[in-house]
């Protein structure tokens, strides 16, 4: 069972305010914590492992946009903390929200990992994570099945003028694309509708590693998108076309590693 990214709250950084004031009202000092106790309990009564998303205050006083993941008994097996944290850290005039995620989180420390639980070996990610290739490849590399993930993917875009409907456009082709490069299932569930008066595009889907949408959400409602998955789709994959042991060349890879923004081209006549 996946849930949304930020699930126990209010999408908070869209809107102004100092850290303290966003610790006091939105940050989770323990998980489970009193609130999210009923929750482990039914999951374990009902033998159901989920993700969760939600923000982390650490012992430290360190804040993260962090997911757990828990197995069939309600124990947390896996923690992951976002790392393509979009958005700023300033006051924007002018718009009707911000996005303050540069300003509320800190960047998550414990890179992208895959853990085997109920018979699955499961990744995690975060909402913006889930436009970027290295995420599922670096999970991909851990001989990731499944990939899930929860979103807050608002229908306005502050930063410029983007059709509504490229929202929806780049939030499927991100998961359809990635779900077959690296021949893995993708999970995503994300808020819809209206939160606080803030339109969300939703659009919850599982995709195979085909790259098929197997499953969506219909509505701007609450909804249950659920699929029964074939695993063995990914190993066709993973063993002919994208099988990485056999043609990936890492030796022609560096920039990636090497270069964290675009820089000047590398091409030459040959001689
Ligand atoms: N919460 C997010 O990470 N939102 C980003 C964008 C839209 C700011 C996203 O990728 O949906």
């Not at 989920?50 to 124990?75: H, Q, S, V, W």
Request: proline share 6%.
């Amino acid at each position: 069972m996946v849930f949304p990214e930020l699930a126990l709250t209010t999408f908070f950084p869209r809107y102004w305010m100092t850290e303290d004031e966003a610790v006091d009202r939105f940050f989770e000092r323990s998980m489970p914590g009193p609130e999210t106790k009923p929750l482990f309990s039914l999951a374990a009564e009902l033998k159901i492992g989920f993700y969760l998303g939600y923000a982390e205050l650490t012992p430290e006083g360190r804040r993260f946009n962090t997911a757990i993941m828990t197995d069939e008994n309600a124990k947390i097996v896996g923690r992951y903390r976002k790392i393509h944290l979009p958005g700023h850290s300033h006051h924007i005039e002018g718009t009707p929200f911000q996005h303050l995620e540069k300003k509320f989180f800190d960047v998550g420390n414990e890179g992208f990992n895959v853990w085997e639980t109920q018979g699955v070996r499961m990744g995690m990610c975060l909402c913006n994570d889930r436009r970027w290739s290295e995420t599922y490849r670096v999970m991909a590399l851990q001989s990731a099945e499944i990939v899930v993930l929860g979103y807050n993917t608002p229908s306005m875009n502050i930063h410029w003028p983007e059709p509504i409907h490229l929202r929806m456009f780049s939030h499927l082709i991100s998961l359809q694309g990635n779900a077959y490069g690296n021949g893995l299932w993708v999970a995503a569930a994300g808020k819809c509708g209206s939160e606080d008066g803030f339109h969300m595009i939703g659009g919850s889907a599982i995709v195979s590693p085909t790259g098929e949408i197997v499953a969506q959400a219909q509505t701007e409602e609450d909804e249950l998108v659920f699929a029964n998955i074939d695993l063995s789709i990914g190993e066709a994959f993973r063993e002919h076309v994208f099988n990485f042991a056999k043609h990936r060349r890492p030796e022609h890879y560096k920039l990636i590693v090497e270069r964290t923004g675009a820089g000047p081209p590398l091409g030459k006549a040959p001689d």
